[in-house]
């Protein structure tokens, strides 16, 4: 059985699907504080499948105790936490609190349980802001622009060090790029609270005149059309990808990969592509650079193919007709 923290987000809910699809049990951990409950029932409603659902924080270390004990999970998948890089900045106890110390509590419980494979949702932006793409496993973690990706490289460095003290741990980072798309079905897919930040949910916003207009964050950057390049990836790629990276716990130690498509795709082109693939027009005008935003950045994404055999096979028309069949969903529901 597989615990599975934050399960019922964006990305853990179509984690959770990929793996009960797969024959895995999976048993979430998820204090809803940014997804629905409704979610589980969309999830059993794909997969035809029961998954357990424990609504609770991951730094809730009694709650921890009595799922090891009542449980037998084999390996864990930490998608719980906060995700907000503007947030962050704003708020930076919470993001230390939730992420760092949260990842403490849950790895002392395993500890506890003799649980020792996890793998954990971490994120380029470890690379921080003066590497130059690709992006390589074998890069040094940077300094990042804001204390979520600080918050991330910590998580990063405690289980190394965690797995230095006791060899029996066996971790991978997953460092996830850009991943954008829903489900097929349009049963799951992303929820943001409020306006979204994310560039993806803004434009299927805009589409279904949700917002008026989305703004494209500097048109002057160095790159062929001057605006950002980013690696997008379909999230049920991405979620394919941590059920095959589960076979790295089989081996001892730290293993290290990218999650990403390995090339890059701009601003102007995300909006071209949403509208050549769904037919709907996205409103659009240029505007100043956002804080904080890198030119450019994309992975070295061989080594996941090389060792694991994954690599991204949905495309980019997938990733917006998928995202635009959730959007009209998600208003509807
Ligand atoms: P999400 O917010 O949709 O999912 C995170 C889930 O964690 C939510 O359901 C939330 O309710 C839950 N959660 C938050 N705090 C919790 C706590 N204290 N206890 C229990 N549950 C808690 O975000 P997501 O996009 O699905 O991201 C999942 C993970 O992947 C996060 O760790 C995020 O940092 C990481 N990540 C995301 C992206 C991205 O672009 N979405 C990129 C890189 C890494
Ligand atoms: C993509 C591009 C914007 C909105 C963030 C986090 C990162 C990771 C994923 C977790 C940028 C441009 C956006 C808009 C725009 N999360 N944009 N108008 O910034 O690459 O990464 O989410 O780990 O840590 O920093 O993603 O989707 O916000 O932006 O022009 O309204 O779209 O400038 O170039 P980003 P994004």
């Not at 853990?12 to 029932?41: F, K, P």
């Not at 405690?158 to 790029?177: K, T």
């Amino acid at each position: 059985m597989i615990l599975l923290t934050g399960g019922t987000g964006y990305i853990g809910s179509h984690i959770a699907v990929e793996l009960l699809q797969a024959g895995h049990e999976v048993v979430i951990l998820d204090d809803l504080s940014n997804s629905n409950e409704s979610v589980i029932g969309r999830i059993k409603n794909i997969t035809q499948r029961d998954v357990l659902f424990y609504h609770g924080d991951i730094r809730d270390v009694s709650l921890l105790d009595s799922i090891f004990q009542n449980h037998l999970i084999e390996s864990v998948i930490h998608c719980a936490g906060l995700k907000a890089v503007g947030e962050s900045v704003k708020n930076p106890l919470a993001y230390y609190d939730v992420n760092v110390y949260g990842s403490i509590c849950l790895c002392s419980a395993m500890q506890k349980a003799g649980v020792k494979r996890l793998l954990f949702s971490s994120s380029a932006t470890v690379y921080g802001v003066d590497a130059e793409p690709p992006y390589i496993e074998t890069m040094a973690r940077g300094v990042s622009s804001s204390p979520y990706g600080t918050s991330k490289g910590m998580v990063e460095q405690l289980l190394e060090d965690l797995s230095a003290s006791d060899p029996q741990w066996s971790v991978g980072l997953l460092r996830y790029f850009n991943p954008i798309g829903a489900h097929p079905s349009g049963y799951i897919g992303e929820l943001p609270q409020g306006t979204p930040n994310n560039l993806m949910p803004y434009i299927s916003q805009v589409a279904a005149g949700t917002l008026p207009e989305l703004s494209i964050y500097g048109d002057d950057y160095a790159t062929d059309d001057g605006t950002c390049v980013r690696d997008y990836l379909h999230v049920v790629d991405l979620a394919i990808g941590h059920r095959v990276a589960l076979k790295v716990l089989d081996s001892p130690g730290v293993h290290c990969y990218n999650l990403g498509a390995g090339s890059g795709i701009s601003v102007k082109q995300m909006v071209d592509a949403f509208v050549a693939s769904t037919g709907v027009e996205v409103p659009h005008r240029y505007a100043p650079r956002r804080e904080g935003d890198l030119a450019a950045f994309w992975a070295s994404a061989s080594k996941v193919e090389r060792d694991l055999g994954w690599r991204p096979v949905k495309t980019l028309e997938d990733m917006m007709i998928d995202t635009w069949r959730w959007q009209q969903f998600s208003n509807k529901a």
